[in-house]
């Protein structure tokens, strides 16, 4: 197989011979020749090309037929997948046309070319502006994209021993081969959150851990090569990866991975003799603004209240999910998102085949850690019933975001902002269907109701871990530096005690992001699993009207996060509102619209999103100047509205 995939990468990265020249022949002396206008000439070259492509798309997708009817004859028993996988597929190559081939290579190359640049061009650059490595680096990786790898040795593991089942071909193929082996190693136990009996997820260690996601899928690779080129190496640059699906405490507890963290940072400091840059993305900036809290508490890090101010010079926030993701709520409610709920009905079929929305609940309800990113702030934040901060004006949006999650009641036509109370927190069983619930909820209540229709062990950990409320007294803040629930919320819990540190936000805009949904209520869930979904997202509805897209209700944001998560704590929270930042903490931000390269599948060096904006040349060049002692040439940019959205945020300095 890996033959098969180098000749493959291979053939469609030659480049192709030059034009031949026409087989036809001279006419022949006397022979009739009939003259043909240049136009008609350049319609007929036009029809060829079009030719060529359909027989390539033809060729393709004959290819893929033979992919899916092998992969249904496996569920029925027909083939057997495993007999496919030393199946030697070189001839596959022989038997195409060769015309196909030469097309897809033509193809591939030119869009290669379009957006071919080097990765190591933004470190270059800065190289010969003088930019040299100055502070040690230690990256902390976001959501799901850290590998997890297997060290258990019980009979049933050993297959996967040292093999990763997150972030590897070795974790789609026991997907693929054997699924239930699978969701057993990357689930967690439902009482402790810790692991399952038998079991032994570890997180990767090293750049290894977060530089790609699979082969070919890079993730933080860029950000090392563009370090490396000004003098970066393994001796002042550090990942830090974690397990993912563990809640902040258990990351502790089981991994002491807070105080590995603190390690590594008063290390780096020792042996350099300069503070620390810390580069976190995502659910990475959660982490690190927990650990800023961790690492001075008298009865956890004891690092004291000026342990960041000695040892942290800068902290750049990538992305930063501070106020939690909104696509996160019908993640655990119901296993669905914007990403499936766009798909069309044959993949749809595929995909609830493969990976039902129980399933997909199941096992994220089973990793406390992405209940971390549940959103925060509540009403004062994402808005009520008729009016939300980030509500723009007609045309351009006809109805408020408040309404965050909407449901169809039958036979009736939908409506916006209605009002009904919010349904019981009260702890049912799994048999209890309870009221039905309000067509229209709020972002505060629809939490309330995640809970309300989730299994009391999943109630249990979010409650335990977690608080998605907002301090609005000084007293607040102070007491709340003892409760750790708090410590990722940053309208719960103010910055550390460090004048000295440097906050720098940088985060992608101008890609539609989910902001709300219209739900259906199902009144018989039924389910083998012990998961039962109550409710599913009415991929039927589409209104352009009220903005609404296969029931996704979309705002502004980076494809994942909300502008008002990325962006409010950085342009305001932390700025005007004292409380959040006694010590006077310097902010800067820096927004990127998405500018995505047409022919890039990536967004090329231009992209806004929340994933590949780490491939951006210009945040590259951001990273790079803070990290070589450079940050203070870097001016603010403010591209969106969220300065003015976040005056409108129902929180205030003296309250």
């Known amino acids: 197989m890996s033959e098969l995939r180098r000749r493959i990468v291979n053939v469609f990265r030659e480049t192709p011979s030059p034009l031949s020249t026409s087989r036809e022949s001279t006419p022949d002396p006397g022979e009739e020749v009939q003259l043909v206008p240049v136009s008609k000439l350049k319609n007929l070259s036009t029809r060829k090309s079009r030719k060529r492509r359909n027989g390539l798309i033809f060729g ?4 893929f037929g033979i992919i899916l009817a092998a992969f249904f004859a496996n569920q029925q028993d027909v083939i057997k997948l495993e007999g496919l996988m030393d199946l030697n597929l070189d001839s596959l190559l022989d038997v195409l046309p060769a015309g196909v081939v030469k097309d897809a290579k033509d193809i591939t190359k030119a869009e290669r070319d379009a957006v071919n640049y080097d990765s190591f061009m933004v470190g270059l650059h800065l190289q010969s502006q003088g930019i040299r490595a100055h502070h040690p680096v230690i990256m902390i990786p976001g959501v799901i994209s850290t590998g997890l790898e297997s060290w258990s040795t019980d009979d049933k593991s050993r297959p996967y021993f040292r093999k990763r089942l997150w972030g590897s071909w070795s974790m789609m193929k026991a997907l693929v081969m054997d699924k239930a082996s699978w969701k057993k190693h990357i689930m967690l136990d439902r009482d402790t959150g810790l692991d399952p009996s038998g079991v032994k997820l570890r997180a990767a260690q090293g750049f290894d851990a977060a530089d790609f996601f699979i082969t070919g899928y890079w993730i933080w690779s860029k950000v090392l090569e563009n370090l490396a080129t000004i003098g970066y190496d393994p001796t002042n640059a550090f990942t830090a990866a974690y397990d993912w699906r563990l809640s902040y405490m258990n990351l502790e507890i089981r991994d002491h991975y807070f105080t590995r963290l603190k390690s590594y940072i008063e290390v780096a400091v020792q042996t350099s003799d300069k503070k620390v840059v810390l580069a976190s993305h995502s659910m990475g900036s959660q982490v690190l603004l927990y650990f800023m809290k961790w690492v001075e508490h008298p009865s956890y890090g004891k690092g004291g209240s000026s342990w960041v101010n000695d040892h942290v010079d800068s902290w750049i926030n990538i992305s930063g999910c501070m106020l939690g993701a909104l696509k996160g709520v019908p993640a655990v409610l119901s296993g669905e998102m914007k990403d499936t709920a766009q798909l069309n009905a044959f993949a749809v079929y595929g995909l609830e085949k493969f990976l039902s929305k129980e399933e997909r609940a199941e096992l994220f309800r089973a990793m406390p850690g992405i209940s971390s990113m549940l959103p925060k702030g509540g009403d004062a934040v994402w808005g009520n019933l008729t009016w939300a901060p980030d509500d723009d004006t007609p045309p351009r949006q006809n109805n408020t975001f408040g309404p965050f999650l909407n449901f169809r009641q039958p036979a009736t036509p939908p409506t916006t902002n209605s009002t009904a109370t919010p349904p019981s927190t009260k702890d049912t069983d799994n048999d209890d269907i309870g009221t039905p619930p309000p067509q229209n909820l709020t972002v505060a209540q629809s939490l309330t109701y995640l809970l309300s229709q989730s299994e009391p062990w999943y109630r249990s950990q979010v409650l335990s871990s977690y608080s998605h409320g907002v301090a609005h007294t000084r007293s607040a803040i102070e007491h709340n530096e003892n409760d750790p629930r708090t410590w990722l919320n940053p309208l719960e819990a103010r910055l550390p005690l460090a004048p000295s540190l440097k906050i720098y936000c940088f985060y992608g805009i101008g890609k539609p992001t989910e902001r709300g949904y219209w739900y259906n209520q199902h009144s018989h869930p039924s389910s083998p699993l012990s998961t039962q979904l109550r409710a599913s997202i009415d991929t039927t509805f589409s209104s352009s009207a009220l903005g609404v897209d296969h029931g996704v209700i979309f ?45 890039s599948p990536r967004g090329g060096p231009n992209t806004g999103d929340h994933v590949d904006i780490l491939g951006r040349s210009e945040m590259n060049d951001l990273i790079l100047r803070i990290a070589g002692g450079a940050g203070e040439q870097i001016e603010e940019k403010f591209v969106s509205r969220i300065r003015e959205i976040s005056k409108r945020v129902k929180i205030f300095d003296e309250e």
């Open 555 to 599: 705002g502004e944001g980076d494809g994942t996060v909300n502008l008002l998560s990325t962006g409010y704590m950085c342009a305001h929270g932390w700025r005007n509102i004292s409380r959040y930042n006694p010590a006077g903490v310097k902010v800067k931000t820096y927004e990127m619209p998405h500018e995505p390269d047409r022919f």
């Open 60 to 63: 393709l997708g004959g290819v």
